[in-house]
């Protein structure tokens, strides 16, 4: 007897974000501001990866991605593809990129760093390592990983 598999539909215009870091895409509609009474979300959590083993899928319709989005979603899941839908049709497809810095995504998390002092300053931190993650505030020069990026979302 055939196991009976379930459909997803697919979304006419829109992005599809792939390849999340299981169990993170909860963490990325936080981002994304999802969601909400206007948009359209379809979430797959655990689904297995013939590359990662486990990976989380989201759907969103009539919405494209821009790049600050991206660069944060590139924080919680790094192996994520962005496949951008039009008409039913992928018409773009790219994985997230780490920018060189990061600016006001994350907060540092050293209580003395000048960010948190109530000054007009914007968060900038410097990708020290893409795996695991790694980051280097600008300012204090407190290294930040991915534990402590995650308690941020």
Avoid: W
């Amino acid at each position: 007897m055939k196991k009976p598999e379930m459909k997803v539909e697919p979304i006419k215009n829109g992005t599809v974000i792939d390849h999340i870091t299981a169990n993170k895409s909860l963490h990325v509609l936080k981002i994304l501001g999802l969601p909400n009474e206007d948009t359209n979300v379809t979430i797959a959590m655990n689904v297995s990866s013939g590359k990662a083993g486990k990976k989380d899928i989201v759907k969103i319709e009539k919405r494209e991605l821009d790049s600050s989005e991206l660069d944060q979603i590139a924080l919680l899941a790094p192996q994520a593809t962005i496949n951008i839908i039009r008409d039913y049709n992928v018409v773009a497809k790219d994985k997230v990129r780490f920018m060189k810095e990061l600016k006001s995504i994350i907060k540092c998390v050293n209580p003395n760093c000048i960010t948190n002092a109530n000054e007009p300053i914007e968060s900038r931190f410097h990708l020290i390592k893409k795996s695991p993650i790694l980051l280097r505030c600008h300012y204090c020069e407190r290294l930040i990983d991915a534990k402590e990026i995650d308690k941020q979302f």
